[in-house]
Structures are given as C-alpha cells and as structure tokens.
C-alpha cells in the first residue's frame, strides 16, 4: 500500500541526467556549460558576507528582477524567478491547471512536462511536432481547452528552432497560457520574448543554467504580462531564490557580454562537431541550441553504452520517435575533437 496520493504512486517520477561520481567522465549528457560563469560571479561570491546569511532573502528576487528588466527591456513586475526554470514549470502548473484538467505539451519534448502533469493529478494532451519537430499549423486546435500549453523553444531533446509565425497563431488563437519554454535560447538566431508583449497569455521563461554557466545555482526567469505575474506569485514559495543566489545570479545577468561571448564559441564548436558527425554517416537534426541530436549509423542504445565505457556521458532516451538518437552537449572544442575521434573508432568496430 502506498501512502502517497493515487496519481504519485503510480508514478515513476522524473529522471534527470546522470550526474555520476564512480569516475571523471567527459560530461556531454546534461547541457551544461563546459566553460565557468563570469569572473564578475567570483568577485561577487567573494565579496559576499555570509553573516547576512542569518537572514530571509527578499521574496520577489528583486534585484534579479530589475536585471532582468534592464538586461531584455521589462518593468520588474514582468519577471518573475524560479530555483531553476523547473520550479518555474511546476509554479506554471499550480497556477494554471486544476487537477483533472489536461496538459497540453509538444512531443517529443522536454520529458519533465508529461510528469508535471501527473504530479498534479491531470491529464496529458501531446501535441505532435511534425517530421521535421515543427508544430503542426493547427496546434491550438490540437491543445484545444488546455488551459496550459508549454512548447520548448529551441525544442529539447531535437535541438531545432520552432517556427516563430506558428508560434504567433498560435498565441493568437489558444484560449489558455501558452509557455514557451526558451531555456537554450542563447544559442539560437532569434527569441519568442516579444510575443510576451504582444499577447497577454504568452509566458516565456529561460534560465541561467545553461548559457550563463550556473546550473549548480538553480536560477531561472519567467516573463509575462504582469496579470499572469500576478496569479504566479501567489503559487511560489515565500523565498524560492536564496540571497546567495540573488547576489551571484545578478552579477551573471549584468555582465551578459560574457555569457554571449560563451554562447558564441559553443555555437562554432557545434557546428564543427556536426561537420565531423555527419561525415560519420550521423544524421543530425539543425541546431539551435547547446547539444546536438545525432541518429548514428549503428544502434544508438548500444553506442551510448560503449560511449560510457570509453568514459564519454551522451543522453540516450528510450522513448517514442527519439529512440534512435543520441543527444549530446556541446562540450569544449578538445572534448569534442576527442570525443568525436572514440566515436568513429565505436563506429568501425
Ligand atoms: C527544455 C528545458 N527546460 C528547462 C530545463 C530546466 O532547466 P533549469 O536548470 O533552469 O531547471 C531544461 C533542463 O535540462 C530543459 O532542457
């Protein structure tokens, strides 16, 4: 007997990316950054005073807020924080979806939104991305009376960019929010973030864990009209974003030249990195983001297995469409070199 309620026992939960300590892997399964935040988070951490410590942080993360606001051109009171975009994803769910209302989400996508969705006991409506990971004209027809419909863009775990015309009628027509999930963005051409001022029920959020080197911060920011901001803030825990990560996260955010020039260098290394897959016999979906979706020649569940052996960590999901794909981080230009060397030697085996 479980003690739990109904819908988490029969749940398996979210299984994120390994972060193993058995030995030092080459790291390529997470999306994390291979290069280190900006100096001005170390200046900032060393100038902390931890006896402030003792007390709460302020509640609304203001000051990431206002560098927010100055950074992307948004009043405060469009922006809301989150201990991670994801904690921003199961506000979204508190405050949008009833239990026993539906979820609608694209597939394949990120795989924590099917589980959002059991963990508030509602229903799941997957909106199928198309051949090429498009959304179908007709999605907000397809998410019909979902009062919540999250799409990431850049898509995760393909890596492309949805087409933005679509996304735009979609707004338009979806009588519920529409949350654009932007957390690879940085490495993309273009942004959805003007379609938060254009529409009242659009959301987008991003986070610092990947462009901005701070995933073991846990910092993330959603953008909306300050009605949607409103609803969200009644939903959060008092004091989601601690001082320590207030203090850090801002100085992150106010030197956003640093992170661009990051993001700059791993789009090249990316690009380089699908050159040599594809002369592998890979086939790869376009990139628009910090990872790469590769279909190898051979079968992509065992490679993955090999790759771990040889001590290179790629994502493998065992999931509908995406079974045959490897995805795999952009990590430094020398990680990628030699991992793309282990490859084809896996490949000639
Ligand atoms: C599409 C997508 N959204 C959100 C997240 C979560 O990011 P965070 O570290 O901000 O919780 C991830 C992390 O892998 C992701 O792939």
Redesign the pocket.
């Known amino acids: 007997m479980s003690y739990a309620r109904e819908c988490i026992g029969r749940i398996a939960g979210y299984v994120p990316g390994e972060q193993p300590q058995d030995r030092k892997y080459v790291k390529l399964n ?2 994390e950054n291979p290069y280190p935040p900006s100096p001005a988070v170390g200046a900032a951490l060393r100038e902390f005073d931890w006896t402030r410590l003792r007390l709460y942080p302020e509640p609304s993360a203001l000051m990431v807020r206002k560098a927010v606001g100055d950074v992307y051109g948004f009043e405060p009171d469009w922006v809301i924080c989150g201990n ?3 904690d921003l994803l199961t506000i979204a769910m508190r405050t949008f979806v009833d239990q026993g209302a539906v979820l609608a989400y694209s597939e394949p996508s ?1 795989s924590l939104y099917p589980v959002l969705a059991d963990l508030q006991g509602a229903g799941h409506r997957a909106v199928a991305l198309d051949d090429s990971f498009q959304l179908p004209e007709n999605a907000a027809e397809l998410a019909g009376d979902a009062p919540l419909f999250i799409v ?1 863009n850049p898509n ?1 775990p393909t890596g492309n960019l949805l087409d933005k015309a679509t996304l735009r009628k979609i707004a338009s027509e979806f009588k519920g929010v529409l949350w654009i ?1 932007e ?1 690879y963005v940085d490495f993309a051409d273009e942004s959805c973030l003007e379609l938060c001022k254009e529409f009242k029920n659009v959301v987008v959020s991003r ?1 610092l ?1 990947k462009s901005f080197s701070l ?1 073991g911060l846990r910092l ?1 920011y959603a953008v909306a009209s300050p009605e949607l901001i409103f609803e969200m803030n009644k939903v959060k825990d008092s004091y989601n974003i601690d001082m320590l990560t207030q203090v850090l996260g801002t100085a992150a955010l106010r030197d956003v030249a640093y992170m661009e020039e990051n993001a700059k260098r791993i789009r090249a290394t990316r690009e380089a990195t699908i050159s040599s897959l594809k002369r592998l016999g890979c086939e790869i979906e376009p990139s628009a983001s910090n990872f790469i979706f590769a279909r190898p020649p051979k079968a992509a569940e065992d490679l993955f297995h090999r790759l771990k052996a040889r001590g290179y960590l790629v994502r493998y999901f065992k999931l509908p469409r995406v079974s045959d794909y490897l995805r795999i981080t952009v990590g430094t230009s020398e990680d990628m070199e030699s991992f793309v060397g282990v490859f084809g030697e896996l490949l000639d085996e």
Do not use: E, K, R, V
């Open positions: 997470t999306n991670g975009s994801d990120y990431a995760a999930d957390a986070t864990s995933a993330g």
